[in-house]
């Protein structure tokens, strides 16, 4: 596990604190196998966690649907706290905090050995500043199935969002979307999509395959307490007059520009989505 910024030298891994040259998962590892596990992303602030609940209820849900036995709230914190001491990160304004957890080491095959010690670590990186205003194209390369349990789950199976990242930057676009099997507008590689269109939010609901993001959640909640109307449908295409984001816990709310080439209506035409998307960016700090 080389190469790692020095500013975040420390990791977690199954019970201790060490350096990252340390660190080292059994070749015969689950996750790193099969992708057998889940992972969840956190952005920290100053060593804080933003959504931190959220994050770790979500972790352990996707651990028992995958039949496993998912780590307690005191590991975790604990956890937490440590590679917050260990890496000084009250010191630092924004970075990321990944924890993976996998169902560890077993045998060959896909059977699960019920003896098997899972795998529990967390790491620390740079928090990558994301643009204001994203370019996206539709990719074609890959779709998401709205029938998997994976598309639901943050699992360690990640790589319908590679290749579909893959194609988009191939193309010169900073951003992909992708269509589930039925055709219709899903969710971004790395986020959930949201329309603003005649004056109501839009977002595909999870049965169309997209996963149930925290920052979605939030964006909803607020819009609701709001008076705005929300409606999770399923989103055929976009049109050239729709204001179009991407959420995600780590970035918050991205506003495109333009999807495939084509301008979309930017967000200060939407007074509404504008007001909106402040109280949203307000609850994150």
Not at 27 to 39: C, I, M, S
Not at 155 to 160: G, R
């Amino acid at each position: 596990m080389g190469g790692v910024d020095e500013t975040y030298a420390f990791c977690w891994l199954n019970g201790r604190t060490m350096r990252h040259e340390e660190a080292h998962i059994a070749p015969n590892d689950r996750g790193f196998l099969l992708g057998d596990g889940v992972f969840e992303t956190v952005l920290l602030r100053r060593g804080q966690a933003v959504w931190w609940r959220e994050h770790v209820r979500r972790l352990q849900h996707g651990a028992q649907v995958l039949g496993m036995v998912p780590p307690g709230d005191n590991v975790l914190s604990n956890a937490f706290d440590e590679i917050v001491a260990t890496n000084n990160l009250e010191n630092i304004n924004e970075n990321v905090l990944r924890i993976t957890f996998s169902r560890g080491s077993g045998g060959r095959g896909l059977s699960a050995d019920r003896e098997h010690k899972a795998t529990l670590l967390l790491q620390v990186s740079a928090m990558v500043s994301p643009s204001d205003c994203a370019r996206a194209v539709i990719v074609e390369s890959v779709r998401r199935s709205e029938s998997s349990v994976s598309s639901r789950l943050k699992t360690l199976s990640y790589i319908d969002g590679v290749l579909a990242q893959q194609e988009a930057e191939a193309q010169g676009f900073s951003e992909a979307l992708l269509r589930n099997d039925a055709g219709r507008l899903v969710c971004g590689a790395r986020a959930n999509l949201f329309v603003w269109r005649n004056g109501e939010l839009w977002t595909p609901p999870i049965s169309e395959g997209c996963l149930p993001g925290i920052a979605r959640g939030y964006l909803l909640d607020i819009a609701r307490d709001r008076g705005v109307a929300c409606r999770e449908e399923s989103l055929e295409d976009l049109r050239a007059d729709d204001c179009v984001l991407l959420t995600n816990s780590l970035r918050g709310a991205m506003m495109l520009a333009e999807v495939g080439g084509i301008a979309l209506r930017p967000a200060d035409k939407c007074d509404d989505l504008t007001a909106l998307l402040s109280v949203f960016r307000e609850r994150m700090t």
